[in-house]
């Protein structure tokens, strides 16, 4: 069901690998529908020093994942006006007429954005 949601671009990344003694992350990128919004300060869960950190909230039918850190695989990004967006948290919800997944990203810093 695509009402009220909009066309995102989401990064998927794949398990990590060591490349030359580095670590090297490769993705996939693929058009998701959300609803995404901006998270006001009355909503705002997140500790005192994170307050000023951009933070977004989608609601769609797609799964999207947050980081494996025991496999090494990044979390999901959405692209959400012109900037990247990385989820910290996802929660299903299924017990309603509209099942569907409720996360929150906040915003990745330029110098974290990685490249294939």
């Not at 500790?47 to 994942?65: A, L, Q």
């Not at 494996?68 to 979390?75: C, K, L, R, T, W």
């Not at 929660?91 to 330029?110: D, G, N």
């Amino acid at each position: 069901m695509k009402l009220w949601k909009k066309r995102y671009t989401l990064r998927r990344y794949e398990q990590q690998r060591i490349v030359s003694g580095y670590a090297a992350k490769s993705y996939n990128e693929f058009d998701v529908y959300l609803n995404i919004q901006p998270v006001t300060e009355n909503q705002d869960t997140l500790p005192e020093g994170r307050r000023r950190i951009k933070v977004i909230k989608s609601f769609g039918t797609f799964p999207i994942k947050t980081a494996d850190q025991f496999n090494g695989i990044p979390a999901d990004r959405v692209l959400f006006e012109g900037l990247w967006y990385e989820c910290t948290s996802v929660s299903k919800w299924e017990h309603t007429p509209l099942a569907h997944y409720e996360s929150e990203f906040t915003i990745v810093s330029e110098g974290e954005i990685s490249e294939k």
